[in-house]
């Protein structure tokens, strides 16, 4: 078992990373001191295959699980679905000394983290994250929301969880193109942090892609500690935190112009993060040789580099960039890497240097 530390003081909390932890959760949840009185939110996919074990082993810990399904996907992340939960939380009597169990991917994650963090005005959340993207990224640090009709997002809370209880076992059944699209976030902390990760990455991703165990514990322990890092010094992103958002800015644009129907976030921050690092060779001197070694990776993973986009669509990007939660009265602000393993945030980059950059990643390689 690895265990990663995200330090905030009387909020801090443990990230469990084990290959089946989540016969161990209500044995982790007992440790805790949580009350009696539990639910367990979930989506209709992951229930069908982990709702079972998980409430088990809540019970078999002495406490009383409910079970809330919402749809899979995206569209339960929303104001609607949040209330849902929250009338079942009341109907099931549960109170403050409840807690919830986030049983799923990022969406589960942050709607759950958004309901424990507004009934009764908040009560303890657990989150066991089963996509890749969930376990090394939207798990930890707690950001949690809903999305509104204008934009992704837009309403939430930061909450931290009790405790992250990532089991590499649920990845056996994660589809491949999943899978993939939460590798786009590891390569992320690679080339916001750390060298020798992005190295890992370029000699390991055979391994990686066939699911071997101990690669996949080593990055998503060392994602996990890279984001506690930086969640530690920041937690409500006032600055540092803001690195996290390498490709973000023009990813969170792509997903937005396709309806967020497209494409996975995965495969719209690797467009991102490509071109993200054409700005930087173009602003900041990041060597033409790591922009191709950023490229290399991410195509080498499976994930799309390149976008075709005609003058109406670009017009919409552009706009869509604006309407970004990371602008700031009015400015886009950018992160940039100087190098793989270090990048600067608050960033201001002209328009110029923006279509620049869109027209080296409006290639044509093969779309998802
Ligand atoms: P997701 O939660 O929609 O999960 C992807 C799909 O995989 C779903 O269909 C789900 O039912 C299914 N699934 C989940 N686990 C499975 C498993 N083990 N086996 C089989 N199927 C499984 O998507 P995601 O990529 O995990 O998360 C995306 C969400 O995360 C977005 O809403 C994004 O905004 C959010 N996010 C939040 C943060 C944060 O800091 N809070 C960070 C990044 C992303
Ligand atoms: N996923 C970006 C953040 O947690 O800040």
Redesign the pocket.
Known sequence: MRSVKVSLGARSYEIKIASGGLAGLGGDCAALKLGQKCAVIT????NS??AKPALASLKRAGFAPVLITVP???T??RLKQAESCFNQLAEHRLERKSFIVAL???????LA?FVAASYLRGIPFVQV??????QV?????????V?LAAG??LV?AFYQPRLVLCDLS??????ER?FR??LA?VIKYGIIYDAELFAFLERALPKILRRDTTALAHIVARSCEIKADVVSQDETEGGLRAI?NYGHTIGHAIEAITAYGRY???EAISIGQVAASHLSADLLGLPASEVARIRALFVAAGLPVSIKLNPTQRAKLLAAMTLDKKVSAGEIKFVLAERIGKVVWGQKVPAPAVHRALDLVSGSNPEP
């Open positions: 989506d209709t996919n992951v295959r982990y899979a996907g995206e339960a992340k799923g991917g990022g969406v589960v994650g942050d983290g994250p089963t996509t890749l993207l969930a990224d939207s798990s930890v640090g707690g950001k949690t929301g999305n992704k997002n939430g649920t990845f056996r059944t994660l589809p999943e699209a939460g976030e996290l996975l976030h995965g």
